[in-house]
């Protein structure tokens, strides 16, 4: 969980303050869905376990926040983000329904 909360926070800031970052991560379609696809896989395990132990919770909320703000700050380039859904819906889909079941 370590390294993926490293690679949220610092794609997150790149995507928030540089749109040639956006543009890039959004274009480069194996980035994406690697990050979605590892997203999906780690989340779900994660998320029932910080149900049970509370502890783990703040961790799994601080995640979860931050890779939302990567896939916000993609979604944010109005070319490239039809293309990713049309792509990629199945990950997508998982990663939305794990947002809303974590509220």
Same mark, same amino acid.
């Given at each position: 969980m ?9 794609l ?21 869905? &690697? $990050? ?9 395990? $994660? ?8 502890? &783990?919770?703040?961790q ?7 890779l ?11 070319v490239?983000f039809?293309?990713?859904?049309r792509?990629?819906?199945?990950e $997508? &889909?998982?990663f939305?329904? $794990?947002?809303?079941?974590?509220l």
């Amino acid at each position: 969980m370590a390294i993926l909360n490293r690679i949220s926070f610092v794609l997150g800031n790149l995507t928030t303050h540089f749109p040639v970052s956006r543009h890039a991560i959004g274009e480069d379609k194996a980035v994406f869905s &690697q $990050l979605l696809k590892l997203t999906n896989r780690l989340f779900g395990p $994660l998320f029932d376990q910080a149900i049970h132990e509370k502890k &783990q919770g703040d961790q799994v909320e601080e995640l979860l926040t931050k890779l939302i703000r990567v896939v916000a700050n993609v979604a944010t380039e109005e070319v490239l983000f039809p293309l990713l859904i049309r792509d990629m819906r199945k990950e $997508l &889909q998982e990663f939305i329904q $794990l947002v809303v079941r974590s509220l």
